[in-house]
């Protein structure tokens, strides 16, 4: 697609569910980044992505939180039993290696998750 | 570990006007990379400027250009003829060179332009 496309836009949920939220990258990026936003907060740095290479999950606040990469393409970001604290926006970015030493990142508009 | 400050949470700017964001940073690496980040209304955030860490001179696009103080692990962001379209959240960030791809933001500054 011409952009990193990522749905669902907005989820609400109850306390104690599983959510799962999908990032499309754009074609041929071979990183995939997840980043979190709360309310007020920067971008929370959650889990990357690179080509076949084990990834970096050195930011996953807990294990209720995991994230695949299929294919090398499409990405799931899942958070079983959710939180209240788990209300955030959900960016996911992507890039290519030749432009990623320069960190230009292209972003899709967040999933937004509330947690009631 | 890295960290990146944003002390202003909030600017306003006069339309035609020029504002500086103010960002620091901490590192003890000597390369490294910095950006500027915008995020407007509909969350997806866009690229504005980088600055490499070996680059004394400072990097400029159009009407934003940056003030870099490596001594000072400082950054900020100067808006020259600030127009209403600038307005947006504001982030800084920070990646490293060697360490993989993952960028370090700061908490953003909210920037509104005042027509």
């Known amino acids: 697609g011409a952009g990193v496309s990522q749905s669902p836009s907005n989820k609400v949920t109850e306390k104690g569910k599983d959510v799962e939220l999908r990032c499309d990258p754009i074609?041929?990026?071979?990183?995939l980044y997840w980043y979190r936003q709360s309310l007020g907060q920067g971008l929370e740095f959650l889990i990357y992505?690179?080509?076949?290479?084990?990834?970096?999950k050195s930011g996953l606040p807990s294990d209720r939180f995991s994230a695949e990469r299929t294919g090398g393409s499409v990405s799931t970001l899942t958070i079983q039993r959710t939180q209240q604290e788990d209300s955030a926006v959900y960016l996911c970015?992507?890039?290519?290696?030749?432009?990623?030493?320069?960190?230009?990142?292209?972003f899709g508009e967040g999933s937004r998750l509330t947690v009631l | 570990a890295q960290t990146v400050t944003q002390s202003q949470p909030e600017m306003s700017v006069q339309e035609a006007e020029t504002v500086t964001l103010s960002c620091t940073y901490d590192?003890?690496?000597?390369?490294?990379?910095l950006f500027w980040y915008k995020q407007p209304p509909s969350r997806q955030m866009i690229l504005v400027i980088r600055?490499?860490?070996?680059?004394?001179q400072n990097a400029t696009e159009n009407r934003f250009s940056v003030n870099f103080q490596k001594a000072a692990k400082s950054f900020s962001l100067k808006i020259s003829d600030s127009q209403l379209g600038d307005a947006a959240m504001y982030f800084c960030?920070?990646?490293?060179?060697?360490?993989?791809?993952?960028?370090?933001f700061g908490q953003g500054t909210e920037l509104s332009v005042k027509p």
């Open positions: 970015a992507s890039t290519t290696i030749g432009v990623i030493r320069t960190g230009e990142l292209f």
């Open positions: 074609s041929g990026h071979t990183a």
């Open positions: 992505f690179q080509g076949n290479s084990a990834p970096d």
């Open positions: 590192t003890s690496e000597s390369d490294y990379y």
């Open positions: 600055q490499e860490a070996y680059k004394q």
């Open positions: 960030a920070y990646r490293s060179y060697n360490q993989g791809g993952k960028l370090i």
